[in-house]
């Protein structure tokens, strides 16, 4: 059995950290995993990753240039001695493939989750990204990455056996299993209209056009109803919709475990981002059934059919993302065109996307 150790930031609700715990869902009892959290806290997700089979979850406090704790890394992956490291930290992965390959680790896989930078740039920080940049050249035996855009972004364009993009996979069957309507939870009349985004609250989220949106769409039309659900949301947007008076039909939610009956409760999804690997949280919007209007950066534009990139506005065209949503509300033929469920089933099937993955280690 492959002895596997991952490392991530943490284990707060995300596209990595939902991604990791159900690829090893899906293979309990056939990974022995060790999951590094780097920032040496865990999260929201940690009792569900101790659910899995002899899972070891350990904090590991790794800074920038914390010479000590890479020497304490040393010594613990010495004493691991694992088959595989996989580190999803993009260039972050440097420094913990260097000391990797130093502990003699034959296996040395980077898995970019992201397709731009994820800080604000000086030159000595892009300059130190860089040296990271080629650290994992020097030194991971595999890249991978969950589009084609960000291999484009970090390696312009460079090519060799090592690199492969390997996009999400979902168990839709597992996903869709249980599914409720919210709406009498959340005080949403069973004939409204409802919108809704989902995502912790981030700036690449792009939530500061989200509420721009929510609040105009809302403003002029009493039929429609926004959901904005995910960590720190509801903390940082209830006070706007309050002062909007719109709280009757902006509901701010905070982290939630039920994603799936969010998306039930649903009629449209929008995913205005600013920057994204796979989104995780698109697919399981287009697995439910839902229209969507999203962002055309480029990882998106990967993710659906092309002829459906109409449906793709500037992240920050609140104009335009008004008067799109508003077509497909009025619309309902147009709806239901927009149901790719059986699409994304097949095209994002877990078990070949997993396979593939699972292949790797």
Same mark, same amino acid.
Request: proline letters at 3%; charged letters at 25%.
């Given at each position: +059995?492959? &002895?596997?150790?991952? /490392?991530?930031? @943490?284990?707060?609700?995300?596209?990595?950290?939902?991604?990791?715990?159900?690829?090893?869902?899906?293979?309990?009892?056939?990974?022995?995993? $060790?999951?590094?959290?780097?920032?040496?806290?865990?999260?929201?997700?940690?009792?569900?990753?101790?659910?899995?089979?002899?899972?070891?979850?350990?904090?590991?406090?790794?800074?920038?240039?914390?010479?000590?704790?890479?020497?304490?890394?040393?010594?613990?992956?010495?004493?691991?001695?694992?088959?595989?490291?996989?580190?999803?930290?993009?260039?972050?992965?440097?420094?913990?493939?260097?000391?990797?390959?130093?502990?003699?680790?034959?296996?040395?896989?980077?898995?970019?989750?992201?397709?731009?930078?994820?800080?604000?740039?000086?030159?000595? &920080?892009?300059?130190?990204? @860089?040296?990271?940049?080629?650290?994992?050249?020097?030194?991971?035996?595999?890249?991978?990455?969950?589009?084609?855009?960000?291999? !484009?972004? /970090?390696?312009?364009?460079?090519?060799?056996?090592?690199?492969? =993009?390997?996009?999400?996979?979902?168990?839709?069957?597992?996903?869709?299993?249980?599914?409720?309507?919210?709406?009498?939870?959340?005080?949403?009349?069973?004939?409204?209209?409802?919108?809704?985004?989902?995502?912790?609250?981030?700036?690449?989220?792009?939530?500061?056009?989200?509420?721009?949106?929510?609040?105009?769409?809302?403003? &002029?039309?009493?039929?429609?109803?926004?959901? +904005?659900?995910?960590?720190?949301?509801?903390? *940082?947007?209830?006070?706007? =919709? =309050?002062?909007?008076?719109?709280?009757?039909?902006?509901?701010?939610?905070?982290?939630?475990?039920?994603?799936?009956?969010?998306?039930? *409760?649903?009629?449209?999804?929008?995913?205005?981002?600013? *920057?994204?690997?796979?989104?995780?949280?698109?697919?399981?919007?287009? $697995?439910?059934?839902?229209?969507? =209007?999203?962002?055309?950066?480029?990882?998106?534009?990967? *993710?659906?059919?092309?002829?459906?990139?109409?449906?793709?506005?500037?992240?920050?065209?609140?104009?335009?993302?008004?008067?799109?949503?508003?077509?497909?509300?009025?619309?309902?033929?147009?709806? +239901? !065109?927009?149901?790719?469920?059986?699409?994304?089933?097949?095209?994002?099937?877990?078990?070949?996307?997993?396979?593939?993955?699972?292949?790797?280690?």
């Amino acid at each position: +059995m492959k &002895k596997v150790a991952f /490392f991530v930031n @943490d284990l707060n609700s995300g596209g990595i950290e939902n991604y990791l715990l159900r690829f090893l869902q899906y293979y309990d009892g056939k990974i022995i995993p $060790i999951v590094i959290c780097k920032s040496g806290e865990f999260g929201h997700l940690e009792e569900k990753y101790r659910a899995i089979d002899q899972i070891s979850l350990v904090k590991l406090k790794i800074g920038y240039l914390d010479f000590k704790a890479y020497l304490n890394l040393f010594k613990y992956l010495k004493q691991l001695n694992p088959d595989t490291v996989v580190d999803f930290t993009g260039n972050f992965a440097g420094f913990p493939l260097l000391v990797s390959k130093s502990a003699k680790i034959s296996n040395r896989i980077v898995f970019y989750r992201g397709a731009t930078n994820h800080f604000k740039e000086s030159y000595f &920080k892009k300059r130190y990204n @860089d040296f990271l940049n080629l650290l994992i050249q020097k030194n991971a035996t595999r890249i991978l990455s969950n589009s084609k855009a960000a291999l !484009k972004f /970090f390696f312009s364009n460079q090519e060799d056996s090592r690199f492969e =993009v390997i996009y999400n996979g979902i168990d839709a069957e597992t996903f869709l299993k249980s599914r409720q309507d919210l709406r009498n939870e959340l005080g949403i009349p069973s004939t409204g209209f409802v919108v809704s985004h989902i995502g912790r609250y981030t700036e690449a989220k792009n939530h500061k056009t989200i509420i721009e949106v929510a609040v105009e769409l809302c403003r &002029k039309n009493k039929d429609i109803y926004f959901i +904005m659900c995910g960590k720190d949301v509801d903390t *940082t947007y209830s006070k706007r =919709v =309050v002062d909007e008076k719109l709280q009757n039909q902006i509901k701010t939610l905070g982290y939630r475990t039920d994603v799936v009956n969010i998306l039930n *409760t649903s009629n449209l999804f929008y995913f205005p981002s600013l *920057t994204e690997g796979q989104p995780n949280a698109l697919l399981e919007a287009l $697995i439910a059934g839902l229209p969507f =209007v999203a962002s055309d950066i480029d990882p998106i534009k990967e *993710t659906i059919p092309a002829e459906l990139h109409y449906l793709l506005v500037k992240p920050n065209d609140v104009s335009g993302a008004v008067k799109l949503i508003e077509q497909i509300v009025d619309d309902q033929v147009l709806q +239901m !065109k927009l149901d790719l469920s059986l699409w994304a089933k097949k095209n994002y099937s877990h078990q070949e996307l997993f396979d593939k993955f699972y292949n790797k280690l």
